[in-house]
Every structure is written in structure tokens, then in C-alpha cells.
């Protein structure tokens, strides 16, 4: 093993130091030479004060190398020649350490370019500030949306803004519902969302948000489209016959030239007209009973909002269907944790959902060991989740996006109605329900209330 040059020196002077140090206590112990005593005593001084300067310019210029290595200071003195013969290989092992570190800083750096970049093209509006409301980042896109060239303090956007106030706290948060801003004289619906970073010893809170207005115009009007769509659709199929009837019916009671006498109306003549009335009534009352069921659907009843445990609905349920699962040998399983799970809600409406989703589960299976489970439980966000599950044969994926359009039905004498009406009653609980299904094995229903 090589031992550097430094060790060896300080050694060596060491050594010295003491040889010198024994010879001056022989001469002081056994000669009378003031003068070589004066000598060698010089001499140790001499000695001591070399290793001290020798030790402390070494160390200088290790520290001085360091200090080059690490901000490339070249007006620090110091000579690598030294350093290297004083500790062997120590600067090849050095700037290795350095290119390494300067390899991870030219990584950070492009990360962090990248990371800016990448803020400053999307189109959500990002705000970072920290404990004192100063903005440490405002993007492009949220100075598009909030009509803002910059921002230097977070209070300047609560002045400007004075919705956005609610999402300047300390505790993440997301927007239930859009806010509405003005700008410039346009109006913008922003879906908002805020948190916090926590670096070492300070915080930083986050303020992302979209304007969703195109989004919801755009979903407004393809509704619109949809719903249009189904009426022309029932309208069409209704009026069809009814044209065809009543034209039947003109041409039998009419020769051609002119009406026939009541003397030529045969019994014949009376039975294909009344029965053709009554396809006509029928269908006359169809697609008033198509109307119908859209007034329903628009006419979803206020919420009558109370706190009662979940519970209450599951044990509602189990009795209510109580003969139709032992008729049918179909098992049910309800589950709420923690077991006084309260809600606040309107309970009525959001059984009668409920009720609509375990009755469809039941039409829906049609095998033997069937099983249904409803269950509720808490979310992260502390949203109350209920899941409607069945094993029955599933759900299309073809038809997966149409289930909750009016109307729309795969059963032969289903409406359409009750799953529309569901998500209406859950959006008005500012909520959502969706579905997922896996064809001949299970369909999930999943319903989340920020109630709970």
C-alpha cells in the first residue's frame, strides 16, 4: 500500500523534532556549551515552526482545490502539483467526484428546464406561493385565464378575484363545483384545485385550475343533440304507423269518385276502422307516455337535505326484497364500515337511486348461485362510497356510454328513465355515479357523495 508523501514528511519531522528535542536535554544535563545549547534549541524552534507552515500549506491548498472543484474559482493559489505528491492519486479521485457532480448538476438544470417548459405550455393555470403570499411561479396560461400580466402577491388575485378566496388556505381542496370569474368582459367557469409542498423548513401551496366552460358548452350541446335525437327518434316511430292507419282508413271509406254512402259501410268497413283507432289510440298514448317520462326527468324534486346513518337504507332494502331474492335464489349482502356510517342527504331520493340500481341488478341476473352486495365505506377525501355489485351477465362495453341516456333501455319493457334520473338526483348532491362491468361476470355500480 502506498503511503502519501504528507504522512511520511510529518513523520520524518516529527522524528526529528524529537531526536532534537532529547539531544538538547543531554546538553543541558551533562555539557556546560551555552552556545550549542542556544544552537540546537534555535534549531528545535526551527523545526516545529516548519511542520506547522509545512502542515498548514498543505491544508490550504487541499482547501483551496476543494473550493476550485466546487465553483471552479480560478483565482484561488494553490498548486496541484503539490497536492499530489503530498496525497498520492487524490486529485484523479477528486475530479472524478467533480465531473460526477457536475454531471448531476447539468441533469437538475435540464430537469428543471424541462419542468419549466413544460408549466409554461400547458393550458391549466399553475400558481405557487408561499407562506407570506409571495408568487414563486405564474404561468402563461394562468395569466390567459385570470386576465393577469403578472402576479407578485397572492392578495393582488383576491382583490381581482374575490371567488378564489375560498382556495387560498392551507388545506388542499377542490372545487365541487365551478367557480365563475369575469374577464375582460367574458365569463369563465373555472374548475380549481389547491394543495402544498413542504421543502425542509418551508411550504409552498399550489393553486392548479381549467376553464371548463367549452367543455360544458360543448357537453350542454351534444345533450341537447342526443335528446333531440331520442325524440325525433319515438316521434317518428309513432307517427309513422298513425300516418299509415289513417291513410288505410281514408282509402276505405272512399271509392273513386267520391265517399262511399253509409249503405255500402259494411261490417267489414267498421272492424278495420276501429281496429285500426285503436293502434292508434295505442300508439297516441305512447308517445304521450314518452313525454311524459321527459317532464319527469326535468322535474327531479328539490333535495330535503338530513344527517342519518347509511345503515338504515341497507336494512330497508333487505326486507323490501325479501322474497324476491329467495324466489329467484339470489343472495344479498350489505356492508357498511364503520357500521354507523352517517350521511347528509336527501334519504328519500337517494333510496329510491339505490332501490333502482339493486332492482336492475335483480332483473339483470338470471343464473342460479346469483349474488348482489351493496356496501358503503369512506374514501381518502372522506367522500361517503356506495357500490352496487352484481354477478350477472354485464354490460356491452358497446352500450356502457349509453345506460344513463333517457330512454335508453336493454330490457323489452324497460323505460329508460330510471338510471337518468338517478344520476340527476347524485349530481344534485354534487356527486357522481358511474358504472364498470366485466361481460359474464360483474357490473359495479359506484356512487361518491361529498356528504359523509
Same mark, same amino acid.
Given at each position: 500500500?502506498?503511503?502519501?508523501?504528507?504522512?511520511?514528511?510529518?513523520?520524518?519531522?516529527?522524528?526529528?523534532?524529537?531526536?532534537?528535542?532529547?539531544?538538547?536535554?543531554?546538553?543541558?544535563?551533562?555539557?556546560?556549551?551555552?552556545?550549542?545549547?542556544?544552537?540546537?534549541?534555535?534549531?528545535?524552534?526551527?523545526?516545529?515552526?516548519? $511542520?506547522?507552515?509545512?502542515?498548514?500549506?498543505?491544508?490550504?491548498?487541499?482547501?483551496?482545490? $476543494?473550493?476550485?472543484?466546487?465553483?471552479?474559482?480560478?483565482?484561488?493559489?494553490?498548486?496541484?502539483?503539490?497536492?499530489?505528491?503530498?496525497?498520492?492519486?487524490?486529485?484523479?479521485?477528486?475530479?472524478?467526484?467533480?465531473?460526477?457532480?457536475?454531471?448531476?448538476?447539468?441533469?437538475?438544470?435540464?430537469?428543471?428546464?424541462?419542468?419549466?417548459?413544460?408549466?409554461?405550455?400547458?393550458?391549466?393555470?399553475?400558481?405557487?406561493?408561499?407562506?407570506?403570499?409571495?408568487?414563486?411561479?405564474?404561468?402563461?396560461?394562468?395569466?390567459?385565464?385570470?386576465?393577469?400580466?403578472?402576479?407578485?402577491?397572492?392578495?393582488?388575485?383576491?382583490?381581482?378575484?374575490?371567488?378564489?378566496?375560498?382556495?387560498?388556505?392551507?388545506?388542499?381542496?377542490?372545487?365541487?363545483?365551478?367557480?365563475?370569474?369575469?374577464?375582460?368582459?367574458?365569463?369563465? $367557469?373555472?374548475?380549481?384545485?389547491?394543495?402544498?409542498?413542504?421543502?425542509?423548513?418551508?411550504?409552498?401551496? $399550489?393553486?392548479?385550475?381549467?376553464?371548463?366552460?367549452?367543455?360544458?358548452?360543448?357537453?350542454?350541446?351534444?345533450?341537447?343533440?342526443?335528446?333531440?335525437?331520442?325524440?325525433?327518434?319515438?316521434?317518428?316511430?309513432?307517427?309513422?304507423?298513425?300516418?299509415?292507419?289513417?291513410?288505410?282508413?281514408?282509402?276505405?271509406?272512399?271509392?273513386?269518385?267520391?265517399?262511399?254512402?253509409?249503405?255500402?259501410?259494411?261490417?267489414?268497413?267498421?272492424?278495420?276502422?276501429?281496429?285500426?283507432?285503436?293502434?292508434?289510440?295505442?300508439?297516441?298514448?305512447?308517445?304521450?307516455?314518452?313525454?311524459?317520462?321527459?317532464?319527469?326527468?326535468?322535474?327531479?324534486?328539490?333535495?330535503?337535505?338530513?344527517?342519518?346513518?347509511?345503515?338504515?337504507?341497507?336494512?330497508?332494502?333487505?326486507?323490501?326484497?325479501?322474497?324476491?331474492?329467495?324466489?329467484?335464489?339470489?343472495?344479498?349482502?350489505?356492508?357498511?364500515?364503520?357500521?354507523?356510517?352517517?350521511?347528509?342527504?336527501?334519504?328519500?331520493?337517494?333510496?329510491?337511486?339505490?332501490?333502482?340500481?339493486?332492482?336492475?341488478?335483480? #332483473?339483470?341476473?338470471?343464473?342460479?348461485?346469483?349474488?348482489?352486495?351493496?356496501?358503503?365505506?369512506?374514501?381518502?377525501?372522506?367522500?361517503?362510497?356506495?357500490?352496487?355489485?352484481?354477478?350477472?351477465?354485464?354490460?356491452?362495453?358497446?352500450?356502457? #356510454?349509453?345506460?344513463?341516456?333517457?330512454?335508453?333501455?336493454?330490457?323489452?319493457?324497460?323505460?329508460?328513465?330510471?338510471?337518468?334520473?338517478?344520476?340527476?338526483?347524485?349530481?344534485?348532491?354534487?356527486?357522481?355515479?358511474?358504472?364498470?362491468?366485466?361481460?359474464?361476470?360483474?357490473?359495479?355500480?359506484?356512487?361518491?357523495?361529498?356528504?359523509?
Amino acid at each position: 500500500m502506498e503511503r502519501s508523501r504528507y504522512v511520511i514528511i510529518v513523520i520524518v519531522r516529527v522524528i526529528l523534532v524529537c531526536l532534537t528535542c532529547a539531544l538538547l536535554i543531554v546538553l543541558l544535563n551533562y555539557t556546560d556549551r551555552p552556545a550549542t545549547i542556544l544552537l540546537i534549541f534555535i534549531l528545535l524552534i526551527l523545526q516545529v515552526v516548519s $511542520l506547522i507552515h509545512y502542515h498548514n500549506r498543505v491544508l490550504r491548498d487541499l482547501a483551496n482545490f $476543494l473550493v476550485f472543484l466546487q465553483d471552479n474559482d480560478t483565482t484561488l493559489a494553490f498548486s496541484k502539483h503539490r497536492i499530489e505528491k503530498s496525497f498520492h492519486g487524490i486529485i484523479h479521485h477528486l475530479n472524478s467526484i467533480n465531473q460526477k457532480l457536475q454531471t448531476a448538476r447539468i441533469d437538475r438544470e435540464q430537469q428543471v428546464q424541462y419542468l419549466q417548459t413544460v408549466v409554461r405550455q400547458v393550458d391549466t393555470g399553475i400558481i405557487a406561493y408561499d407562506q407570506d403570499g409571495n408568487v414563486e411561479l405564474f404561468n402563461q396560461a394562468a395569466g390567459e385565464l385570470l386576465g393577469i400580466q403578472s402576479l407578485r402577491e397572492i392578495g393582488q388575485l383576491v382583490s381581482l378575484h374575490p371567488g378564489l378566496a375560498d382556495f387560498l388556505i392551507q388545506e388542499p381542496k377542490h372545487s365541487s363545483s365551478p367557480v365563475q370569474i369575469e374577464v375582460g368582459g367574458s365569463e369563465r $367557469l373555472l374548475s380549481i384545485k389547491s394543495g402544498s409542498l413542504k421543502f425542509k423548513n418551508r411550504q409552498v401551496f $399550489l393553486l392548479s385550475f381549467q376553464n371548463i366552460k367549452p367543455e360544458l358548452e360543448a357537453g350542454e350541446l351534444d345533450a341537447w343533440r342526443k335528446l333531440i335525437r331520442i325524440q325525433r327518434h319515438e316521434i317518428t316511430n309513432s307517427m309513422t304507423p298513425i300516418m299509415t292507419l289513417t291513410t288505410a282508413i281514408r282509402r276505405r271509406l272512399k271509392k273513386e269518385d267520391g265517399k262511399i254512402s253509409l249503405r255500402e259501410i259494411t261490417g267489414e268497413h267498421i272492424e278495420d276502422v276501429l281496429s285500426s283507432v285503436e293502434v292508434i289510440e295505442d300508439r297516441s298514448r305512447s308517445l304521450i307516455d314518452f313525454m311524459e317520462r321527459f317532464r319527469d326527468l326535468t322535474n327531479v324534486p328539490e333535495l330535503r337535505m338530513e344527517c342519518f346513518p347509511l345503515k338504515r337504507i341497507f336494512e330497508r332494502l333487505e326486507v323490501l326484497y325479501a322474497k324476491d331474492l329467495k324466489l329467484k335464489n339470489i343472495s344479498l349482502q350489505a356492508k357498511v364500515n364503520p357500521e354507523d356510517l352517517p350521511l347528509v342527504a336527501d334519504e328519500r331520493l337517494l333510496e329510491q337511486v339505490i332501490i333502482n340500481l339493486v332492482k336492475n341488478a335483480l #332483473e339483470a341476473i338470471n343464473h342460479l348461485q346469483g349474488s348482489i352486495s351493496i356496501s358503503a365505506f369512506k374514501d381518502p377525501n372522506q367522500y361517503a362510497v356506495i357500490r352496487v355489485a352484481d354477478n350477472g351477465p354485464g354490460i356491452d362495453p358497446v352500450l356502457m #356510454e349509453s345506460i344513463f341516456i333517457p330512454s335508453f333501455t336493454t330490457k323489452p319493457n324497460g323505460s329508460g328513465i330510471g338510471l337518468s334520473i338517478a344520476r340527476q338526483i347524485i349530481q344534485q348532491h354534487k356527486g357522481t355515479i358511474g358504472v364498470r362491468s366485466v361481460p359474464g361476470k360483474e357490473t359495479v355500480f359506484e356512487i361518491v357523495i361529498p356528504g359523509s
